[in-house]
Structure formats: structure tokens, C-alpha cells
T-cell receptor, first 112, second 111 residues
Framework: EPEVTQTPSHQVTQMGQEVILRCVPI?????FYWYRQILGQKVEFLVS????????KSEIFDDQFSVERPDGSNFTLKIRSTKLEDSAMYFC??????????FGPGTRLTVT | DAKTTQPPSMDCAEGRAANLPCNHS???????VYWYRQIHSQGPQYIIH???NNETNEMASLIITEDRKSSTLILPHATLRDTAVYYC????????????FGKGTMLLVSP
């Protein structure tokens, strides 16, 4: 069964450093998303991406964040200068013409 | 998106049916009811969705009341692996519309 994959599973970085989280969505899907979940809190929407541009973003997704689909398979989330409060699980998701979103296993980002 | 109300926690004995309720009294005519679950910080997993008719798949059944103000997710024979947080979400039924997660219901399945 096709699945969304994410790398790395765990990323440790120092405050102020740039990180890139990588996702490979399901191959025939058209819509891509990033969500995050701070430990013990709700899953929060960050951004959605369709046809090579952002279709929607939340207030969390400020200028420190960017997304890119550099080739036909990868979808990346970049955090330009990490803060302690960026520590969270980051989930990538994708969906096709049908309505359900499929999530990856997540990347645990720890900012020290 | 309309808001949903779910009990914070429920218990179920292994092998019994788990019935998880959800209230969504302000749901709009074009909004679907979706259920996802999250097993211990893994990525949320899609379970089922419906508009107004009852739905069943290999994982669960979804019962939506006639006025669409509430629904029940049924896991017919719960196993220990069904222990998870279950989220009821209402959203417009388009592929690109976002999911707004609440706190969900923590279902604990015990032997």
C-alpha cells in the first residue's frame, strides 16, 4: 500500500540553525500539507501546497518557514532560523482527488 | 469549519464494540464528517468519512444522525492496537481543504 515517508525521523539542531525536513508524498497525489504537533498539544495545520504554490497557510507559518517541491517526488519544509519553540513533531500529508489526507510518520525536531 | 465536541476519554474491553460519539451541531450542508486516529505520536491515520449516509469500511462504521448534528464511530471488535486518540473533524469535502484537529477522545482498550 502506498504511504507517505519522511526523513529524518529525528533531527536535533541548535537554535538559530536552518533545518530542512523532507517528505515523499504518495506518487499520484496532488495536494501536500505540513502539520506540527508540540508535545502534549493538538495537531496544528501549517501550510498546504498545490500546483507548485502555497494554497493556504496558518498564522504559524511566518517568514521563517518555506516549502518547496524541488522535483517530482520530494516536498520539503525549511525553517530558516530555528527557535526553541519550533521543537515539535512535524507531519507531512498528501491527498489526491478523493478527500482523505494521508499522513507520514513524522519528524521529531528538537531545538537546543 | 464547524466545531466538534468529543468526550476526553473512553474505555473499552478487548473484543467488544467501541462506540465513540461526536457532536457537530453547527455543521453546514457541504461539510463532511471525518474520523482520524493517532496512535502514540505517530502520524494521524484516516479511518472513515461520510456526508449523511451511514458508511462502513474495513476499519469501522460511521453512523450519522438524520439531522447531521451528531455521529458515532463504531469499532466493532476493539483490539489493544486500537488504543489511540480519535479525532472527529468536520470539513468541506474538497481534497485541498485543511484538517482542524481538536483534542479528540483517548480510547483505552483493555484486556
Amino acid at each position: 500500500e502506498p504511504e507517505v515517508t519522511q526523513t529524518p525521523s529525528h533531527q536535533v539542531t541548535q537554535m538559530g540553525q536552518e533545518v530542512i525536513l523532507r517528505c515523499v508524498p504518495i506518487s499520484n497525489h496532488l495536494y501536500f500539507y505540513w502539520y506540527r504537533q508540540i508535545l502534549g498539544q493538538k495537531v496544528e495545520f501549517l501550510v498546504s501546497f498545490y500546483n507548485n504554490e502555497i494554497s493556504e497557510k496558518s498564522e504559524i507559518f511566518d517568514d521563517q518557514f518555506s516549502v518547496e517541491r524541488p522535483d517530482g517526488s520530494n516536498f520539503t519544509l525549511k525553517i530558516r532560523s530555528t527557535k526553541l519553540e519550533d521543537s515539535a513533531m512535524y507531519f507531512c500529508a498528501s491527498s489526491g482527488e478523493l478527500y482523505e489526507q494521508y499522513f507520514g510518520p513524522g519528524t521529531r525536531l528538537t531545538v537546543t | 469549519d464547524a466545531k466538534t465536541t468529543q468526550p476526553p476519554s473512553m474505555d473499552c474491553a478487548e473484543g467488544r464494540a467501541a462506540n465513540l460519539p461526536c457532536n457537530h451541531s453547527t455543521i453546514s450542508g457541504n461539510e463532511y464528517v471525518y474520523w482520524y486516529r493517532q496512535i502514540h505520536s505517530q502520524g494521524p491515520q484516516y479511518i472513515i468519512h461520510g456526508l449523511k449516509n451511514n458508511e462502513t469500511n474495513e476499519m469501522a462504521s460511521l453512523i450519522i444522525t438524520e439531522d447531521r448534528k451528531s455521529s458515532t464511530l463504531i469499532l466493532p471488535h476493539a483490539t489493544l492496537r486500537d488504543t489511540a486518540v480519535y479525532y472527529c473533524i468536520v470539513r468541506v469535502g474538497k481534497g485541498y481543504s485543511t484538517l482542524t484537529f481538536g483534542k479528540g477522545t483517548m480510547l483505552l482498550v483493555s484486556p
